[in-house]
Structure formats: C-alpha cells, structure tokens
C-alpha cells in the first residue's frame, strides 16, 4: 500500500529496490554527509554484505511490516530518497526511523521532512506507536535541521555505549537522540 500527501508517496520498498537504496546511502553525493572518514571515522561506508546485514530482505516485503520497513520516497513520480523504520516496539511504545535522499538534488526541497511526517503518520495509525526516534551525528546539522522541520525534538546526545545499550545497535560517536510525539486520539 503506498501513502501519500499532496508533495510526496512513499513506496513500500521491493527486493529489487535494495541494491539502489544502497547505492544512493554508499555512492551520492551525500555520503560522505552522514558517514565514512574523515568527518565519521566511527562509523564507515558499509559493503554491501554489512548492508543486507542491517537491513535483512524482510525491510524490502511485507513480511517487515510492524518490525521495519524501507520504503521509496517519491515526488513529481521520480525516486528521491528512502525512508524506513527499525525496531518498532509496542512494548516501550517507541519506533526508530532512518532516512537519506539519493543525491543532493533532491535536498532542500522538503521531501526529507514531508516523508518522516508521512511515515509517522502512517505507523501511528497502523500500530498505535506515539513516539518516534530519529538519531542523526551532532556533526549532520543539515539532516538535524530537517528532523526538527519534522516535529523532531532534540533530547539529548548520547555516545556508541549508550545507543548500543538502549536500542541494540549504534552509529556514531555524537549521537543526538530526537523525539517526535503524536497524540494517542490522533
């Protein structure tokens, strides 16, 4: 089932989609914006095997939805970016969400923040989630900025240590923890 607004949709994301959402994470112009040396030593470009690792084939059908999910985002009928989310848990009412654009050219246009909005939406709505967890590096300000456009609020930051304790899995050495909340009547 797509989803969509009046700017953007959100494609559930095939098998066949997994190769370019990889390439446009390890080979855009935007890479080197979110990871890999000099500027994220900590957290480098993954190889295609650490890849289907982190985001397994369940992402790409439906056998993901209601634990994680990548999907396209798309505008004006063209791929620009992919958005998903990870370890949503009813439990501790809470769902991390990832996303990154497939080049420059489609940053700056608001795709990135209409598709977070888009998405919280839609897992509010299908699995009664309330709080939506987002943790880009304190060095990304543009990717913070964007959040916060999003309704993303920042917590705190938080190290490797504390994000692998937290939530499993960690990224970056300056983590900012950002939180969006939705109403339980929405």
Avoid at 45 to 69: M, V
Wanted: net charge negative; charged share 25%; hydrophobic share 35%.
């Amino acid at each position: 089932m797509n989803i969509q607004n009046q700017n953007i949709e959100l494609k559930p994301a095939s098998v066949a989609d997994r190769e370019k959402i990889f390439t446009w994470l390890t080979q855009s112009d935007l890479t080197a914006s979110m990871l890999g040396p000099p500027t994220y030593p900590e957290h480098p470009i993954p190889t295609w095997q650490a890849f289907c690792d982190e985001y397994p084939l369940s992402f790409f059908n439906a056998s993901g939805d209601g634990t994680g999910r990548c999907f396209i985002v798309c505008a004006d009928d063209e791929d620009v970016g992919t958005v998903g989310y990870d370890l949503l848990n009813k439990e501790k009412d809470r769902v991390v969400l990832d996303i990154w654009m497939k080049s420059e050219n489609y940053c700056g246009h608001g795709y990135g923040s209409d598709a977070l909005k888009l998405l919280c939406t839609h897992i509010h709505r299908e699995y009664h989630i309330t709080n939506f967890i987002i943790s880009p590096s304190a060095r990304n300000q543009r990717a913070i900025a964007a959040y916060k456009k999003a309704g993303f609020e920042c917590v705190k930051t938080i190290n490797k240590n504390e994000q692998e304790r937290e939530f499993g899995m960690s990224e970056y050495d300056d983590n900012v923890l950002m939180l969006k909340r939705l109403s339980s009547r929405m």
